[in-house]
C-alpha cells in the first residue's frame, strides 16, 4: 500500500465514520404511548424503609398519577404561583409544589439582546414541561393515595427574589392535610449563582393514627416540536439528544429518547444513589433524590390531551411518621445549563448527562483537562482550541518526522518511480519492482501512518464538545468568529481549510498513481471544503490549524530532508 493509498484510505474513513454519526443522531418519528409500568404490589406498615417494595396504587386523584394508576388529566393548581428567584434563575412553584415555569436569566435562545432568555419547565397549551416532588400516604397498608396538597406561603405573598448580599434564599410553604392529620412543611431553598433548586420536606404527624409516606419525585414533558432540519447534517438542533436519562450504581448511565420508551426502561430493583433526568442539548433538568435512600425509578407514558406525556420518576423507601412525630426528606432539582463542574458536586456522576455519544471516553476528558485549562489560561475558547492542536503536534512530533521522512524520500523517488512504470507498465511485475526499489533504498511507503489516524478521533471528539458543552455556546473568538458553535459567516476558515488541504495534496508524493486515483486526490481538498463550510466554526479552526501546522512541518522535512520544492530530482536508474 501506498503512502497515497494511506490517505485515501483515511480520507474515506473519515466520510464513513462522519456519515455513520449522522445516521444515528437523527431522530425517528415519536413512538405511540406505551403500556404504563405497574408497581409491585403490598406493603406492611412499619417495614424496614430500605427493604419494603413500593405500593400500589388505587383510586389516586393527582396531578401526576404512578405508573399502573389510571392516566389522568393533569390537576390544575387553584392557589397562587410562588416565584422564587436568585441571580442566575428563576422559578415558578404552584400550590401543588410543582416548579411549572422556569427561566434561565444569563442564557438567551440567540446570540441577540433582544432574543428572548432560555425557558425550560412551562405550562401551555401546547407544551407541557413540570416538574414535580410529592408523598403517596398510606394509612392502613392496603389503601394508599398521593396527597394532592394546597401550599400557602408562612409569610405570606407570592414573590421571593434574593436580596442583594444575600447568600441564599429559603421559602417555607405549609400545607395540612385534614383527612390524615399530616402537616407538610416544604421550604425551597436557592443559593446565589446556583440552578439548583433544593427541596426539604419535614411531615409532621398531628392525628392519632401511624402513617407509611413514601416521598417521589418526578419530571414529565410532552415531546418539543421537531426542529427544522436547516443546513443538512451540520444544525446539531436538528439532531441532539431529547429525552429522558437516569443513573444507577448498578447499571450505570442510561437513556430513552421519546420515540423510544417503551423499549428503555429503568430496571425494578431499589438502588440508593442516582437521579434521573430530562435532557434538551445544552440543558437539563435533573432531580437528584436523597443519596442515602433506596430508590427505585420508573417509566411511562401517558395520553393528556390527545398526545403523549411522558414521565420518569423516582419513589423512594417510605418514612414512618408515627402520631406526635415527624420524618424529612430532601430532594435537589437542577433546572438550567450542563455546567460539568457545579454537576460533579451535586453528584459524581451527573456529568454523564452530556451526551458526548460514544467518544465520551475522549470528548469528556478533552475537555476537562485539555480545553478547560487552557480556557483559563487564555480567556478565550478559539485559543485553547489553537492550543489542543500545537499541544497535540508537539506530543505526535516523534511519529510525525518519521511520516515525513518517509515522504520525502519518497518524493524524491518519484521518478525513478515513474521510470519503472513505464518499463514495466501497472502489472504485477511493476508492482515487485517498485518494491524492490522501497527495500533498496530503505523506505517504508505505509509508515507514519498513526499521526495521520490520531487527530480523526479527537476530531469527531471535538465535534462532540462543541455540540454538547454548554459553556461553549455562543462563545466567540475573534474578529468575524463570534460564535464556535455556529458555521463560519463568511466561510473565510473553511476557504481557508481548503487551501490548506489543497497544497498539501500538493506536496504530497504521489508515485505510481493510475489517473483514477489521482483524479480523486485532486478532488478531495474541494469535497472537504465544501463539506465543513457548514461545520461549526470551532470544529472547523481546529481542523485549519492541524492541517496549517501539519504542513509547515511537511515542508520543513522536505527541506531538511530532500524531496521538497526547489529539491534536485534524482535520476532515474
Request: include cysteine; hydrophobic fraction near 45%; charge should be positive.
Amino acid at each position: 500500500m501506498t503512502q497515497t493509498r494511506s490517505l485515501l484510505l483515511i480520507a474515506w474513513l473519515f466520510l464513513a465514520g462522519w456519515l455513520w454519526m449522522k445516521w444515528n443522531e437523527f431522530d425517528a418519528a415519536p413512538a405511540g404511548p406505551a403500556a404504563a409500568t405497574a408497581l409491585p404490589a403490598g406493603t406492611t406498615p412499619g417495614a424496614n424503609p430500605a427493604t419494603t417494595p413500593l405500593p400500589q396504587v388505587e383510586g389516586a386523584s393527582t396531578a401526576a398519577p404512578l405508573p399502573g394508576a389510571p392516566a389522568a388529566a393533569p390537576v390544575a393548581s387553584n392557589g397562587p404561583v410562588f416565584t422564587v428567584r436568585n441571580d442566575v434563575l428563576e422559578l415558578q412553584v404552584d400550590a401543588h409544589g410543582d416548579v411549572v415555569g422556569s427561566r434561565l436569566l444569563q442564557y438567551r435562545q440567540e446570540k441577540r439582546q433582544d432574543s428572548p432568555q432560555v425557558q425550560l419547565l412551562q405550562v401551555d397549551a401546547a407544551q407541557r414541561y413540570v416538574a414535580s416532588a410529592g408523598l403517596i400516604v398510606s394509612p392502613d397498608g392496603k389503601r394508599q393515595d398521593t396527597l394532592v396538597p394546597q401550599f400557602h406561603a408562612e409569610s405570606g405573598g407570592s414573590e421571593f427574589a434574593l436580596a442583594d448580599g444575600q447568600a441564599a434564599l429559603h421559602v417555607p410553604l405549609v400545607w395540612t392535610d385534614a383527612a390524615t392529620g399530616l402537616r407538610v412543611t416544604r421550604t425551597l431553598s436557592l443559593e446565589r449563582g446556583s440552578y439548583l433548586l433544593t427541596v426539604d420536606d419535614t411531615v409532621a404527624n398531628l392525628g392519632t393514627q401511624p402513617h407509611n409516606v413514601w416521598p417521589y419525585v418526578e419530571l414529565q414533558r410532552t415531546a418539543p416540536p421537531p426542529t427544522p432540519k436547516l443546513h443538512g447534517l451540520t444544525n446539531p438542533e436538528a439532531f441532539s439528544f431529547v429525552g429522558s436519562a437516569w443513573y444507577t450504581p448498578a447499571e450505570k448511565f442510561e437513556k430513552a429518547r421519546f420515540s423510544d420508551y417503551t423499549d428503555t426502561k429503568p430496571g425494578t430493583e431499589m438502588a440508593t444513589g442516582g437521579w434521573i433526568s430530562m435532557l434538551q442539548h445544552h440543558f437539563l433538568t435533573a432531580w437528584v433524590p436523597a443519596p442515602t435512600r433506596a430508590q427505585q425509578f420508573l417509566t411511562s407514558v401517558d395520553q393528556v390531551g390527545g398526545q403523549p406525556l411522558y414521565r420518569i420518576r423516582s419513589i423512594a423507601a417510605p418514612l414512618s411518621v408515627a402520631p406526635g412525630t415527624q420524618a424529612s426528606n430532601q430532594s435537589r432539582l437542577w433546572v438550567g445549563p450542563k455546567l460539568q463542574a457545579p454537576l460533579v458536586a451535586i453528584e459524581p456522576n451527573l456529568d454523564r448527562s452530556l451526551d458526548y455519544g460514544k467518544l465520551y471516553f475522549i470528548s469528556q476528558p478533552l475537555f476537562k483537562y485539555v480545553l478547560r485549562p487552557l480556557h483559563a489560561l487564555t480567556g478565550n475558547w478559539g485559543w485553547a482550541i489553537i492550543l489542543t492542536v500545537l499541544l497535540l503536534k508537539l506530543a505526535l512530533y516523534p511519529l510525525s518526522a518519521k511520516q515525513f521522512q518517509s515522504m520525502a524520500k519518497m518524493r524524491a523517488l518519484q521518478p525513478r518511480i515513474e521510470a519503472l512504470k513505464e518499463r514495466y507498465g501497472s502489472g504485477q511485475e511493476y508492482q515487485m519492482a517498485m518494491m524492490e526499489l522501497y527495500k533498496k533504498e530503505k523506505v517504508n511507503p505505509v509508515s507514519g501512518c498513526l499521526p495521520i489516524l490520531i487527530p480523526l478521533p479527537i476530531f469527531f471528539a471535538l465535534y462532540w464538545v462543541l455540540l454538547e458543552t454548554v459553556e461553549l455556546r455562543q462563545a466567540p473568538w475573534m474578529g468575524w468568529i463570534q460564535n464556535l458553535t455556529a458555521p463560519d459567516p463568511y466561510f473565510i476558515l473553511p476557504v481557508l481549510n481548503l487551501a490548506v488541504m489543497y497544497f498539501t495534496q500538493r506536496m504530497t508524493p504521489t508515485p505510481g498513481m493510475d489517473p483514477m486515483q489521482k483524479k480523486m486526490m485532486q478532488f478531495m481538498p474541494l469535497i472537504f471544503g465544501v463539506m465543513m463550510a457548514f461545520f461549526p466554526a470551532g470544529l472547523v479552526l481546529y481542523w485549519v490549524t492541524n492541517g496549517l501546522l501539519g504542513l509547515l512541518q511537511q515542508w520543513w522535512m522536505y527541506r531538511q530532508h530532500g524531496g521538497g520544492p526547489g529539491a534536485r530530482p534524482a535520476v532515474a536508474r
